[in-house]
Nanobody, 115 residues
Framework: QVQLVESGGGLVQAGGSLRLSCAASGSTFSAMGWYRQAPGKQRELVATITSPRSTNYADSVKGRFTISRDNAKNTLTLQMNSLKPEDTAVYYC???????????WGQGTQVTVSS
């Protein structure tokens, strides 16, 4: 059974930093990524990483966020620096099974950036 468990969200002032983590289990994953959904908006891509380690970022987070993964520990991390109020959203971990090509989602973690 595939499980994705996010942690690390919280409340931070503008300009601050947060580090999100996602613990994945139950499969081997090809692509992994972070998405976010703000109130009243559609879920959007934040950053993705594939194996071997090709990354892709939304223009709005380039230069501020860094995605990384530890294949040995099956964990995904998003380091978020210089946070802005517009980064406020629920952040979701996503992973695609290497065997079934199915996408899985975590339960989400709230990130709130105050001005």
């Amino acid at each position: 059974q595939v499980q994705l468990v996010e942690s690390g969200g919280g409340l931070v002032q503008a300009g601050g930093s947060l580090r999100l983590s996602c613990a994945a289990s139950g499969s081997t994953f090809s692509a992994m990524g972070w998405y976010r959904q703000a109130p009243g908006k559609q879920r959007e891509l934040v950053a993705t990483i594939t194996s071997p380690r090709s990354t892709n970022y939304a223009d709005s987070v380039k230069g501020r966020f860094t995605i990384s993964r530890d294949n040995a520990k099956n964990t995904l991390t998003l380091q978020m620096n210089s946070l802005k109020p517009e980064d406020t959203a629920v952040y979701y971990c996503n992973a695609r099974s290497q065997y079934t090509y199915l996408d899985y989602w975590g339960q989400g973690t709230q990130v709130t950036v105050s001005s």
